[in-house]
């Protein structure tokens, strides 16, 4: 019985550094972080669905380029996929280059996520400006008055109007 | 040390359920020190519970035999491998190897989000500990404590059964637990998106790569168990529908319904309910699986103990997650509201839905053949099993529609797909399919469900291979790249659809390898050495197979005795060799066991069995009069499939898997506002 001490020590030894190793929190007040890190789970929420409209965007013009859709099949699906995304854009408490958070959780390469931000950046930039599409999305450049895509008139003066009313939509 | 591993498996359940406690009161108070505490206490439950498995070990390494579990899963002279492997031979040590696979799991998750996640977190350590802190509870008091002593000393244990004593049977149940238990973070996840009522689509986000992780387990961990069975069970089958393969089966029908309905949410933030329904259920069948491999509820070859008190602990878990779960979905319901809706039925969105619902199906028809014995029962006193013809008129058609969805769900347009389209879209593999349709008529054969398989499958491969041929053909012409790395970039940069196509095309494979066993070939011969066996293949050409003679050993190793025949194998006169088959007789079990020859090639497997050797005691005793034997030999085509299409899985999942390299974020990218649209949506 006397061999077992030794076992029976180690066995005491073993609680005494996990209760210490559990405890040690309480004791000291250490705090694990509670606050939700992108600040806004609203924000960060309007983000991904960004991030998935400008993907389903994307998936749309990779299916023209590969012959999947046609050209009728497109310009109907770009229409509507490019007006969800407008007005996902349009919504308000997003900063302009999304703070990136939880992207190492994201699918996309790196490039691909780099590129999307920036292309978030542009569309909103040229919908401020009025050189984004709202038919398609397309951002044409500065004194444009058509798409250079799908030939839409590109009117400033009803920017407000639009992006209002899809805002209650999106 | 296997003292200590004790003593470690007592202190390691009041730590669980104290970090159960202070996560979740924590996370309802918002203190962060509480919460602290919570997560330390998972990781020092990882170290108890390793503790503890490295102590059941230790008793296997030195034959410490006064425990019943040793005494009963080894002997003295079981290989140093097998008795590692003792910790999950049987069920007291494979429950606690789930427990530390839980725990190390559980470790992973928290460490990993320590920074991030963070109002997941509190939920998610509280429900990671309650989980492990009921197997803990079944550990120590549901009397299948592996360090349970019996009152004496015996001085040798009863043996590992030898059928297990095979490799496939070493990783299988490991790889299966991987499955399981990786899966447990997922559920873990939602549990507490429903707590924390951040209900939108970050759970899923953040928890992808767990549920394709555990996908990837419990795919191989099947496949490992099918190997094992093709190799070790001496019949030439690989599945058999037993109760113990349907619930590893069960959780991975659910699972692959999950993996697939989490991309609507994600896309289209529709199926928000169906999602947390599926990953309950999913985790539930995890359980249910491990409960029915490790209590002998059902009678199959797997059967182990018969032990009631576990039964009613595991189902009362079961119940209590159930109740929990729906409580929970019921209470968040407002905020699972779906965002869209189906715009139309032929659309990306309905095939995912579809597939969802024959892959639920499948599992209610699964879960019904195998719960149905225990139900005859209850209500007649009569156990009636449904054996392998119920399981497969059902899951066949089954399994076709769901094969033909792995070619239409890539292709068909999101939201609505009109019939240019669908024409554009599937005119040439369609019309491939018919031509294997027609071609293997033509050919003559009958077998409808070979037939629409290797149709469905041609239609389904050709949907594949020009998605690849079409992307990259439109990657390189945009980007200015040469095939080749056209390719390469067109997969990485969008590793989950390219890698899910991959998945798609080695399920294909398998499914052709299993339609491949319509075309199987028996010949049954008895023989005299000298004697030749002619056998046909459905490709042509025939082996000649010659039985050479029979000799036998008596006490090597762990046998009692053992008989091998020899067969000179040629095909086409051309000689392949010798192979043997054998039957013995172990010294643990009283049951004489087969071991099969198989020569295995691209196309086809010969599979030889000595079914019979009439005089076995005078064959035995080495008397030359004896010599006749009767074998069984088998074509078994495409067999080899089920292996190659288990590897392209693999490389299928690992691509799907693998992390983006770290990021890197140029600042003059983002100021110079990128590239331009067509560029960047350039294929990938």
Known sequence: MSGELPLLLAGGLLAAAVVLFILHPLVKGLEAPLEVDDDDPGKAELEHRRRVALGALRDAEYDFATGKLDETDYRRLRGELARDALALLEEEGAAEVPSGDGVGETEEAPGEIDSLEAEIARIRSGLREGTTCRACAHVNPAGSRFCGRCGAPLARADRAEVGAGEVEEG | ?684
């Open chain 2, 1 to 684: 040390m296997t003292y200590l591993g004790e003593i470690a498996l007592w202190i390691a359940l009041p730590v669980a359920i104290w970090g159960m406690v202070l996560a979740y009161a924590g996370g309802r108070k918002g203190r962060g020190d509480l919460v602290l505490s919570g997560e330390r206490s998972v990781y020092a439950l990882t170290f108890l519970l390793l503790l503890a498995s490295l102590g059941v070990i230790d008793a296997f390494l030195s034959d410490r035999f006064e425990y019943w579990y040793v005494a009963n899963y080894s002997n003295r002279n079981l290989d140093t491998f097998f008795k590692v492997a003792g910790l999950w031979a049987g069920q007291r040590g494979s429950l606690l190897f789930w427990a530390l696979l839980l725990a190390f799991f559980s470790s992973i998750a928290v460490w990993t989000n320590r920074k991030k996640n963070r109002e997941f977190m509190p939920y998610v350590t509280g429900t990671l500990l309650a989980i492990s802190s009921f197997f803990l509870i079944v550990l120590l008091f549901a009397e299948v404590n592996p360090f349970e002593r019996l009152e004496f000393t015996p001085a040798d244990g009863r043996g590992l059964n030898p059928q297990l004593q095979n490799y496939w049977m070493t990783i299988h149940p490991p790889t299966l637990y991987l499955g399981f238990t990786a899966f447990t973070v997922p559920f873990a996840f939602a549990l507490s998106a429903l707590l924390s009522g951040r209900l939108d689509s970050r759970w899923i986000v953040v928890t992808r790569r767990w549920t394709l992780m555990s996908w990837f387990f419990l795919s191989n961990g099947i496949l490992f168990g099918m190997r094992w069975a093709y190799e070790e069970l001496g019949w030439g089958g690989y599945w058999f529908w037993d109760p113990v393969e349907n619930a590893s089966l069960l959780p991975w029908l659910t699972a692959t319904a999950f993996l697939h309905s989490i991309q609507i949410q994600e896309n289209r933030g529709m199926l928000k309910v169906w999602n947390m329904g599926l990953v309950i259920l999913t985790f539930l069948m995890t359980i249910f699986a491990t409960f029915l491999t490790r209590s002998g509820l059902i009678e199959s070859v797997h059967s182990f103990a018969q032990n009631k008190t576990i039964s009613f602990i595991f189902l009362g878990f079961m119940g209590f997650v159930l109740a929990v779960g729906v409580i929970l979905v019921l209470w968040r319901l407002p905020g699972l509201k779906s965002e869209n809706q189906i715009e139309s039925f032929l659309s990306r969105e309905s095939a995912f839905l579809f597939n969802n619902l024959i892959l639920l199906g499948a599992a209610f028809a699964v879960m019904w053949g195998t719960l149905f014995p225990l139900i005859t029962e209850g209500l007649t006193g009569e156990k009636i099993s449904v054996g392998p013809p119920f399981f497969n008129r059902v899951n066949v058609p089954i399994g076709l529609v769901l094969l033909a969805l792995a070619g239409i769900g890539p292709v068909i347009a999101w939201r609505k797909a009109s019939k240019r389209n669908l024409r554009k879209n599937f005119a040439l593999p369609g019309s491939v399919g018919a031509g294997v349709a027609v071609g293997f008529l033509i050919l003559g054969v009958r077998d409808w469900m070979a037939v629409a398989t290797f149709a469905i499958g041609a239609f389904v491969l050709t949907i594949i291979a020009r998605e690849f041929w079409k992307g990259t053909k439109a990657r390189a012409r945009i980007q200015g790249e040469g095939l080749g790395p056209a390719l390469i970039n067109l997969v990485g940069r969008n590793r989950r659809r390219w890698g899910g196509y991959i998945v798609h095309a080695a399920i294909v494979v398998i499914f052709m390898a299993f339609a491949g066993s319509a075309f199987n070939q028996t010949v049954r011969q008895t023989a005299n050495p000298g004697d030749t066996i002619r056998i046909a293949s459905p490709f042509g050409h025939a082996y000649t197979l010659r039985y050479e003679g029979i000799s036998t050993t008596q006490r090597v190793g762990n046998t009692v005795w053992q008989a091998v025949a020899l067969l000179s194998v040629s095909r086409e006169g051309e000689a392949l060799g010798g192979y043997t088959t054998e039957k013995r007789q172990y010294q643990a079990i009283d049951m004489v066991a087969t071991e099969v020859g198989i020569h295995s090639t691209f196309f086809e497997d010969l599979y030889m069995i000595l079914a019979d050797v009439p005089d076995l005691g005078g064959a035995i005793s080495n008397d030359p009069g004896s010599q006749r034997v009767t074998f069984e030999i088998l074509i078994k085509p495409l067999v080899s499939w089920i292996w190659y299409g288990g590897l392209l899985l693999t490389v299928g999942t690992l691509i799907a898997l693998w992390p983006p390299p770290p990021r890197r974020m140029s600042g003059a990218e983002v100021a110079s506002g990128g590239r331009r649209l067509e560029k960047t949506a350039a294929p990938g």
